[in-house]
């Protein structure tokens, strides 16, 4: 009815403008029932433009610990980055830090909710059941749980995760790694290729990271083997400085590392300054102010890819992926600058290397390339659906290759392969 009353006096309006405008052409004043019914509705409609406003965003950030550890640096550089290419302000973003993996993750990410936060991301995988709760009863706020693996099994639309292909760096970082132990085997300095790796905890993201690093060495000395010291945290430099000079004790010449801190590399550092034929591969940040004729590279994670396609998505009202998984192909993985005390070459195969991985024809985890107890594997049923730790449904193998972070974002690779041993 308001509509037709509406149309009623458009109508009248036209017609009695025409009979004032005698001396202008009819065409002119001639107004179609459908074209006097548009107008009306477009003095009821807000413009396309006004409906598709891009929503207001609002993001909560947890971290672990703050910029003095190298990773969570490497995820503040990202957010800073991701923000800047989606427009977000700075004023948009709240940030909490260290944060640790308990009750304290739920507090804080309820509180950033009950601050407005439409989009809350977590940077430690200890945060993720804190992060699945607070999800389960904020079902309009998006959350995500970095190195995460549970979101596809939640049930929940809005608990996302997100990993990058860490594997490949590890294995380019190997690859430097390898060049240097072949060359020191070349010239004699160095009988026994044995190499210490210090990991955090024995999770399935540091196992993934330290066995495609040991497959990098092997692809330059294949009889290398290697010593894991795990520290039972992220962040400790004095443990990964103990955990460091108990592998060199044993008489490693290269020290990896899937820790926080530089720990490990000044450790190393010392240690060739007193003599010893060691060096070292860090994690996350360049090492090279601290071990500046130890430290090869670092195996890195450029997670600004993530957070600009996760923030872009967001400002687009787009939904985010539940996992998202990207490597060297999408720039999300890099190798830091290679110190001094590389290999010659070294530049030239980390080259060839990367474009292997890039263009698909390098498979860090080719199971022709190790063994599990003296055979080849040829199923590894990747997911745990159960809780058991024991995956029990997803065939992470085809064709002879065991594809990681296919499945689901966060890494599956939990295999013990044979060269490497896990110290207690």
Not at 245 to 263: C, F, P, V, Y
Request: proline share 3%.
């Amino acid at each position: 009815m308001k509509k037709f009353i509406a149309l009623l006096a458009v109508l009248a309006m036209v017609f009695s403008l025409a009979a004032c405008a005698t001396s202008a052409p009819a065409a002119a004043t001639e107004t179609t029932t459908e074209e006097a019914t548009a107008a009306v509705e477009a003095t009821e409609a807000p413009a396309a433009e006004e409906v598709a406003e891009a929503p207001a965003v609002k993001i909560g950030v947890i971290l672990v610990h703050d910029e003095n550890t190298g990773y969570d640096a490497a995820h503040i550089d990202g957010i800073k980055a991701g923000a800047a290419a989606a427009g977000i302000s700075e004023d948009s973003i709240i940030w909490k830090y260290n944060i640790s993996e308990d009750e304290t993750c739920y507090d804080t990410a309820i509180d950033l909710v009950e601050q407005g936060c439409n989009y809350i991301f977590s940077d430690s995988y200890g945060h993720q059941s804190y992060m699945q709760q607070a999800a389960s009863e904020n079902p309009d706020v998006t959350f995500v749980s970095m190195t995460g693996d549970m979101a596809a099994l939640s049930g929940l639309a809005n608990f996302k995760n997100a990993f990058p292909h860490t594997f490949e760096s590890r294995y380019v970082s190997g690859v430097v790694a390898g060049m240097k132990l072949k060359e020191l085997m070349d010239a004699g300095t160095v009988t026994d290729p044995y190499i210490g790796y210090v990991g955090a905890y024995p999770y399935a993201e540091v196992v993934s990271g330290y066995t495609a690093f040991f497959l990098g060495v092997q692809s330059q000395v294949p009889d290398a083997h290697m010593d894991v010291i795990y520290t039972n945290s992220w962040y400790d430099p004095t443990a990964e400085a103990e955990a460091a000079n108990a592998l060199m004790a044993k008489g490693a010449h290269i020290i990896s590392q899937h820790a926080d801190s530089t720990g490990a590399p000044s450790a190393v550092q010392t240690a060739l300054d007193a003599g010893s034929v060691v060096y070292c591969v860090g994690y996350n940040i360049d090492m090279l102010s601290v071990a500046p004729t130890a430290a090869l590279t670092s195996a890195q994670n450029n997670w600004g890819v993530y957070y600009t396609y996760a923030f872009k998505a967001a400002m687009a009202g787009e939904d985010i992926m539940t996992d998202w998984s990207e490597g060297y192909a999408a720039g999300a993985n890099m190798i830091s600058a290679l110190g001094e005390s590389c290999a010659a070459g070294t530049a030239e195969k980390v080259a060839e290397v990367e474009a292997a991985i890039k263009d698909g024809t390098l498979n860090v985890f080719d199971c022709s390339k190790f063994t599990v107890g003296g055979q080849t594997v040829t199923s590894y049923l990747a997911i745990d659906t159960d809780g058991d730790c024991v995956g029990d449904t997803g065939e992470a193998i085809e064709n002879g290759i065991f594809y990681e972070s296919k499945l689901r974002s966060a890494p599956y690779f939990g295999l013990r392969i044979d060269g490497i041993t896990e110290l207690s």
